[in-house]
């Protein structure tokens, strides 16, 4: 369902208009001080007002306008697929849970840094705005109100984990791979915002502002952290010692249906822009999603800080059912094996908050 959404507006965005910006996203986020051309970035058409966020999507029907009352409304997709290292054929595999073959693989590999990100994210959004007269200070103001729903899912790696978890530890023979730093936030959303911008003179310059309000419910959350993990694989492969430092929280599973949410939260988007005098001009920033989620006391946080030593485990008698089973565990004994404690609580996200400077001439 998320591809198709992404292929869809892949389609979309072949009609743009032409945008230079420069976006710096938080720190987890993949795209970390890239430079980069956005052609999807679009004017209001109300009155040149702005919108409050650095859009990735474009309007995908006509705005119904009304020039009089100087109201509109419409539905916008966005999309964001961005990697360093993962290519878009590799990802399309993983998540429709195609074969992988060692050709993918390999492109993949040949990118590879130390450390690696990956972010995937789609959402559809409903707006309704109006430009209010007198609102604040006897001055006219924009008003919006959205209703979106969406999804986010960001990774960060390194080579090592990917080389264990697609091609083994053949080749780590006598060597240590290192899964340290790695870190994944995934979670479905529905968001509703209030947002208000105002048109103000300054040192004899036009300006524009804005801050918008949100409210989230969100479902499907998880959250792992591995501050430390490493994997040693004896020369001639007849041990291995891993040693780990990781917390994994997920949000409750037994929360079913569409509206069922597992945690609530709020945000905060903010936007500031320089308007000279002649027009052709516009300097933008932009500050969206900062905030957080907070989940119900039904999600489990999965914790350990420990090591571990495996030389494998004996088949005494291989035509015996009680021990020819070749992988005799089960959830409970790999999570005493491994040290892992459970425990039922509630935790917090924090969003992926994004800043973004944009030129528009």
């Known amino acids: 369902m998320y591809f198709q959404k992404f292929l869809i507006l892949i389609s979309i965005s072949i009609i743009f208009q032409s945008l230079f910006c420069f976006s710096q996203e938080s720190p987890f986020s993949p795209a970390q001080n890239i430079s980069h051309v956005d052609s999807l970035m679009q004017l209001n058409n109300l009155n040149g007002w702005n919108t409050l966020d650095f859009s990735n999507g474009r309007d995908l029907i006509i705005q119904r306008k009304n020039d009089h009352s100087l109201r509109e409304s419409g539905i916008k997709l966005t999309g964001l697929f961005s990697s360093n290292a993962i290519n878009i054929p590799f990802a399309l595999a993983v998540f429709r849970d195609d074969f992988i073959d060692d050709e993918k693989k390999i492109e993949v590999t040949n990118r590879l840094r130390s450390v690696n990100a990956f972010e995937l994210s789609s959402s559809a959004e409903l707006f309704y705005r109006f430009e209010k007269n007198n609102f604040l200070f006897n001055t006219p103001a924009l008003i919006t109100l959205n209703f979106k729903a969406g999804s986010i899912n960001e990774a960060k790696f390194t080579k090592d984990l990917f080389q264990i978890i697609f091609f083994g530890n053949a080749s780590y023979a006598g060597a240590t791979a290192d899964f340290s730093q790695t870190e994944n936030l995934s979670y479905r959303f529905h968001q509703l915002r209030l947002g208000v911008q105002k048109k103000f003179d300054f040192i004899n310059h036009n300006w524009e502002a804005g801050i918008g309000i949100s409210v989230l419910?969100?479902?499907?959350?998880?959250?792992?952290?591995?501050?430390?993990?490493?994997?040693?694989?004896?020369?001639?492969?007849?041990?291995?010692d891993a040693s780990y430092n990781f917390e994994y929280s997920v949000s409750d599973t037994l929360n079913k249906g569409y509206f069922a949410y597992d945690g609530i939260g709020t945000s905060a988007d903010a936007t500031l822009s320089y308007i000279p005098d002649n027009g052709s001009l516009?300097?933008?920033?932009?500050?969206?999603?900062?905030?957080?989620?907070?989940?119900?006391?039904?999600?489990?946080?999965?914790?350990a800080d420990s090591s571990l030593h495996f030389e494998g485990f004996e088949v005494i008698d291989l035509f015996n059912s009680s021990d020819s089973a070749l992988l005799p565990f089960n959830k409970d004994s790999l999570l005493h094996l491994t040290g892992t404690k459970i425990s039922s609580k509630s935790f917090s996200t924090l969003l992926?908050?994004?800043?973004?400077?944009?030129g528009i001439y």
């Open 217 to 240: 419910a969100a479902k499907s959350g998880s959250s792992l952290k591995i501050d430390q993990g490493t994997l040693f694989t004896e020369q001639y492969g007849s041990f291995i």
């Open 352 to 358: 992926p908050v994004k800043f973004s400077l944009a």
């Open 282 to 303: 516009r300097l933008l920033f932009f500050m969206n999603d900062m905030g957080f989620i907070r989940w119900n006391r039904q999600s489990q946080l999965y914790s």
